[in-house]
């Protein structure tokens, strides 16, 4: 019988992770200490050498999906695992993987121009010459299309920008836009240019984001130079992730797939990313009116906005085959709870070499992995099982998780504890995201691994960080210093942990190191271990940071007598999370109707120089007040079921069968806040609390169904949605009161 | 007899002036009626083709001071004003005036670069060929000097840009400093950088502030093309502004003048400024860090902070001359009361052909004054006596303006019932600034001026324009809606009320229009008349507009049977300008005390990239709570006193000698606010309400002593300076209090 240290400790971890004993939630003080000792081995075995070593051999090709590179490292990574005594399988799925077959960018007047579309190899990048492995610069599932028209400059393309382009008096119908890269997840932007009539959409990189302006240009420094170029996906996501012919199913050989015609995440108009030596005599050539200020960038020119006599040829083709993606999938079973399964995992295809996306998270969790061996040669076995998953396919789409994901839904929905991600990592601060109810337990994480910089606490100088960015822009507040835990961010998507948390509920963590690693690399072929070893982490120190850091995650969850999960965490976050809809709905209230008055009253005429023939913005019905009281109420039987669990499993010595189901019935907790039929117009999202934007592509929608009713101003389907999580919150509140019955 | 409309509209035009029946402060129902269709008549004079004609002939030849274009201008305003009727007379000071005799930067390292130091003739813009006649680009009292240093970028060049240079651990001591134009008066860059120990000073204008960045560049737009530079003096006006030899006194022929050596207005290092063509080669050739975010400007380049390799070599060289300011004189005396003077200026000289500054708005008050002599031709005087005044000299410190201040300084504090300013002039909203008694019949005057494109009066649209910011920026609240007055701004310096105001004690107005002409013409050879009829008021309707606002202040007040001082709005101002105080010493306080824990706690440190090797920000001493009860009691005593005088007037009928009693009373009254001996280290400032900022130079400073004194945190001057106020303040309350008794 164990002693547990949980509802109490778990609440002092709620006020003050950092600076109290060393508690684990979930432990007994002997359990604790044992773990502890534990994990102090662990960090003894890794080893910094051994993540450059990872990262240097995988890096060392090209490695997209369908690549000989690809299938190398995912051979590399069995092979590890199989070495260090992982149960280790490669699955295999088939997807759709379009690459280039023809692309042509060309300014046909007012003066002609033909974009060069290729980034250079340079001396001082060893693997950049390997220009027969590298996928060209595209955007991956843009349509085929040969485009002709006239240019529009659309800054960052997204629903705002469009705004205001109305207002200006421009139309993008029949157009081809140029936008910037930034504010939004790129596939937002063909989206958006598709919705407002545009026949075709370049994407470029300004100099002001992450080019000179940002600082020295690689080789120099880090930065993006003239002719670096960012590849990337524009598979509408928001709807679904992964292969686009099976959504909902695995992408297995014989699965039974969509015409690609009828493929709703794939894009209707050609798309193309370039350089800013590209773009630059196409804005330069552009008229019409001056740029608004917020959309300038570094370029020396004055930006313009068009349309007028700037016309552009655009004309792509793909290869729209099928691929296979490999993922690696190794195990180490649990001693006592085989059953419960504690899932890490990181991805392994790159754009190009991919050296810091993806191979720097993927190199940390090889070594973390290698030294969970380690531990189990002593003798030690987890009580549950880790399974570790190299992902391939994640940029095109999150392909290689979501496919496995959706292919073994029931069985991860019975067993799956926690999916821990991460991706591309480096020097600086920890980044933390996560299922809510798991951030006392992330607090205690962060309080016991060391920064190798400052040689305090990864959580402490998270704090700090908090502190002076706080300070920096006067906003710094007695609160925020006593403050002594750091929240965990709300996941969107971007990364492998999607399919997992908002598919099928399974609580999740996104973790990595940065901010202290900018740079202008990103999926261009300068993503390369030349430029890792400059700019991204030196030492390798913030990789063993990071196998420390998602190391002790796994290792403290699949060992922990009692699941660390405290509820309360949670009710409290979407507590918040409800309050700061209420007040967004209050203030579009109020702004939509003192701005109603505004433009009745041509206060807008009267303000606007009339030499730019400005209009004033479109008028909006009057917002109503909605009936928020069904989740007020649900919430509020959310917080006393929370404190209920939290007090009872306190008093509780849960040992045996009791143990095993109070212990399942927690980790599938979350599973009750998906909602039957998903969000609206995007079903397999089914996550009420967490999902990306619809119109922010990664960024995320708390309390999406509402939060986005209420953006798009429907308060009809607003107030439908306040019901339906209304509903879905008394569920879960009702499940957890139901744990300890 | 007259009835008097008095405190009863004052406080109606306090809440909602132009929403009222027409009644004018000051002014018995028929005075009124006879008072607005005077000023009807003066509006059918005005013809924006005679503004046209003044600025094309006045800015057809370079008019700087002691040039031939200069004498050319004042005789051609002497003879305009003769030929109209008025009493007019040339008065002519002798001035300190140094004009270059050689110019030269170079950069000898780690590459040679010469700079061209010139604005070129372009064949779209007539007069700017006139080479022979123009001023080199220099900076007026710059100090000769050879130097050769190495060079550091020092963003614009104001204290807090040093504190971070502190932190980068760059020190400026032997070293040559460039500085952006623009965030400070461009006399503060020098200043600052000499008090740091800089040998040398370079200025330039960078894209981003007013060349190709906000538009398309001159001659095909409005913006500073590559090669523009703004002229300007660097005298240290926030000491004292005018001919620095004679400070306090007039530079009259025989005037005992300092030696050049101790005028403390006078830098002690050569500066220089240059054009954007100059300084990318300096800027691109800086190592060192690179620079903060919001340093960076619009060149395509990485701004680096230096110091390192870069080597300038600065060698300049003047003739130090004494020089003659024709400032133009012209009365209209007054019928009733001609020993009470109602005074507008506007200055003559330029920098080159200067037709935007300043001759837009003389070119405005020729026309004003024109039509003041027609309605005088149909029999009309006016009450009081007006007194134009055309200066001389403003460009290189306010000398002709300030010279005649000091000189007629006895005569002025008894006759000068107000001075009304204005300068540069274009297309858009009012501006205005002043005495804020005055406040409630500023409100007035813009009520009754109707904007020539909108054809709202000028005050709607600056409250609309109010209201669209606001909203623009998320800032848009239900009580600015019911705001129905605008507020005056306060009055720094930068132009000719200077001295009138903050020396004397004169009530004064700053006046003029603009937000729709923006460009980078200022100070350049390209302020011309072509550059002014195309982008800043083609149809000269805003100097219609400007005569019309200008001169119906004047008309009124020179007319008013009781002056329209409402003490009640200036008690206001002031209270909110010590509560302001009040909240930022707290806010100060926090924040000492805050920042001091966090640098004790090493935050700075954990939260800083440790390969910038930033130092944190100095520790300060707690910062004390103040005493500020005897201000607060001063300000009850005025707001008493105010409204009781407010009050008495509203219910008194005046007549003769105690009508002309109170009338002086009255517009004597702001006197009483300067302190006898001046602010701290700069005793030609006596306004204790309004002073520019000693670290800003034309950015005002709102009850300056106490607010500089805690932004230097010299708390003991701080609280000393307090009870000064306090003492003037009840001063002033115990006057007002006599006025009627």
């Known amino acids: 019988m164990r002693k547990l240290l949980i509802a109490g400790s778990l609440l002092l971890a709620c006020t003050a992770a950092w600076s109290q004993p060393k508690t684990l939630s979930g432990f007994g003080e002997t359990d604790a200490k044992q773990e502890l000792q ?12 051994n993540i450059d070593s990872n990262l240097r051999i995988m890096s060392s090709h090209p490695h997209h999906v369908g690549s000989p590179g690809d299938k190398a490292v995912a051979e590399y990574i069995f092979n590890k ?24 960018l060309e300014m046909t007047g007012p003066v002609n121009f033909k974009a060069s579309l290729a980034e250079p190899a340079l001396k001082e990048d060893a693997t950049s010459d390997q220009t027969r492995e590298q996928l060209p610069t595209y955007n991956c599932f843009s349509a085929d299309g040969d485009v002709t028209g006239e240019l529009v400059f659309v800054n960052y393309g997204i629903p705002e920008d469009y705004e205001r382009l109305e207002r200006m008096g421009i139309s993008v119908k029949g157009k081809i836009v140029i936008a910037k890269y930034g504010h939004s997840w790129r596939g937002i932007k063909p989206k958006v240019a598709q919705e407002h009539g545009a026949i075709g959409c370049i994407i470029y990189s300004d100099p002001r984001d992450d080019g000179y302006f940002e600082g020295d240009v690689y080789p120099k420094g880090a930065f993006k130079n003239e002719y670096g170029v ?5 598979l509408d996501m928001p709807i679904y992730p992964g292969d686009p012919l099976t959504p909902g199913i695995g992408a297995t050989k014989d699965a039974k797939r969509l015409d690609r015609k009828d493929a709703a995440t794939l894009l209707k108009i ?16 552009l008229d019409g009116p001056v740029a608004p200020e917020e959309w300038r960038g570094a370029l020396p020119i004055t930006y313009h906005v068009g349309p007028g006599k700037t016309r552009v040829h655009l004309k792509l083709a793909f290869n729209w085959d099928l ?14 709870w085989p059953d419960e399964w504690v899932i890490r995992g990181n991805h392994h295809d790159g754009w190009v070499n991919g050296a810091g996306d993806p191979l720097s998270g993927q190199s940390a969790m090889l070594e973390e992995a290698r030294a969970v061996a380690e531990l189990h040669k002593t003798g030690w076995s987890p009580k549950r099982t880790i399974v570790y998953c190299a992902w391939d396919g994640e940029e095109p789409g999150l392909l290689g998780s979501t496919e496995w994901v959706e292919t073994h839904a029931p069985e991860l929905q019975r067993k799956a504890v926690v999916y821990i991600n991460s991706d591309g990592n480096g020097r600086g601060y920890l980044g933390a995201g996560g299922s ?15 920064d190798p910089e400052t040689h305090i606490s990864v959580a402490e100088r998270k704090h700090a960080r908090e502190l002076i960015s706080a300070a920096d822009g006067n906003r710094l507040k007695k609160d925020l210093f006593q403050k002594k835990t750091f929240s965990l961010g709300a996941l969107g998507s971007g990364s492998d942990y999607s399919p997992f948390l908002q598919h099928l509920g399974i609580p999740s963590f996104d973790l990595g ?36 850091t998602a190391g002790r995650t796994t290792l403290r969850i699949a060992d922990a007598p009692l699941l660390p999960f405290d509820f309360r965490a949670l009710a409290k976050t979407i507590d918040e999370y409800a309050a700061d809809l209420m007040t967004q709905l209050d203030n579009l209230r109020e702004t939509t109707a003192l701005k109603d008055q505004l433009i009745k009253a041509g206060d807008y005429g009267y303000a606007t120089d009339t030499a730019l023939h400005l209009q004033p913005p479109p008028a909006h019905d009057l917002v109503p007040y909605l009936n928020f009281s069904p989740l007020q109420n649900a919430l509020n039987r959310l917080d006393h079921a ?3 669990l939290a007090d009872t499993l306190a008093r509780m010595h849960l040992t045996g069968s009791k143990e095993q189901s109070v212990n399942e019935a927690l980790y599938r907790a979350e599973q009750q806040l998906l909602s039957d039929n998903g969000l609206p117009r995007r079903p397999w999202y089914r996550h009420t609390i967490y999902a990306p934007g619809f119109y922010t592509g990664y960024g995320v929608k708390t309390l999406p169904g509402i939060r986005e009713a209420i953006e798009q101003r429907n308060f009809a389907e607003a107030q439908q949605q306040i019901e339906l999580d209304a509903a879905v919150i008394t569920r879960f509140a009702d499940y957890l009161a139901s744990i300890v019955l």
């Open 38 to 49: 534990l994990e102090s081995n662990f960090d003894g075995y890794l080893k910094a050498a």
């Open 81 to 104: 695992f199989k070495s260090w005594g992982y149960d280790v399988q490669i699955e295999t799925f088939y997807v759709l993987f379009p690459t280039p077959k023809e692309r042509l």
């Open 230 to 234: 960012q590849r990337g996906s524009v």
């Open 270 to 285: 050609p798309v193309l990313p370039i350089s800013y030596h590209d773009a630059e005599p196409l804005l330069r050539a």
């Open 323 to 336: 691929k296979p993606v490999n993922d690696v999938i190794a195990k180490l079973p649990g001693a006592e």
């Open 436 to 450: 809510h109810a798991l951030e006392p337990f992330m607090n205690e994480v962060a309080r016991d691994v060391i």
């Open 513 to 548: 190191y940065g901010g202290e690693d900018p740079g202008g690399e990103y999926h261009s072929i300068y993503d390369s271990y030349d430029d890792y070893r400059r700019f991204k982490d030196p030492s390798f120190q913030y990789g063993v940071a990071l196998a420390q």
């Open 642 to 644: 929370a404190t209920h």
